[in-house]
C-alpha cells in the first residue's frame, strides 16, 4: 500500500508564497498521474495542478501562471511551488498519485494553507 505525506503547508500573507511537498512510500513500479487538490470549507474537493508520468501539467484556471507542479516519478516525490497567494487559495491541499502495482490511487492526509493578513 503506497501511502502519501504532505508538509509544507502554513499561514501566509497575501502576495506571499509557499512550497508543498509530498513524499511517497511502498512499492511503486511506475506513475501515471502526480497532482494536487484543494478543498475549502463548504466546497467540493478540486483539481489545483497535475503532472503525468511522461511530464505532461495541467492547471486549474484559477492558478494558471501563479502554482507550478513538479514531481520526480523515481522518488515518488511531487512538488507545488505557489505564489502570489491570494485569500481564496485558503484550503487543505492533497496529494494524490495514481500508479502501479494495482493500480493504486493514493491521497495524503492534507495540509492546511491559510492566505490572511
Known amino acids: 500500500q503506497v501511502q502519501l505525506v504532505e508538509s509544507g503547508g502554513g499561514l501566509v500573507q497575501p502576495g506571499g508564497s509557499l512550497r508543498l511537498s509530498c513524499a511517497a512510500s511502498?512499492?511503486?513500479?511506475?506513475?501515471?498521474?502526480m497532482a494536487w487538490y484543494r478543498q475549502a470549507p463548504g466546497r467540493q474537493r478540486e483539481l489545483v495542478a497535475a503532472?503525468?508520468?511522461?511530464?505532461?501539467?495541467n492547471y486549474a484556471d484559477s492558478v494558471k501562471g501563479r502554482f507550478t507542479i513538479s514531481g520526480d516519478n523515481a522518488k515518488g516525490t511531487v512538488y507545488l511551488q505557489m505564489t502570489s497567494l491570494k485569500p481564496e487559495d485558503t484550503a487543505v491541499y492533497y496529494c494524490h498519485l495514481v500508479g502501479r502495482p494495482g493500480p493504486f490511487s493514493s491521497w495524503g492526509q492534507g495540509t492546511q494553507v491559510t492566505v490572511s493578513s
Open positions: 511502498g512499492i511503486i513500479f511506475s506513475i501515471n498521474v
Open positions: 503532472i503525468s508520468g511522461g511530464g505532461s501539467t
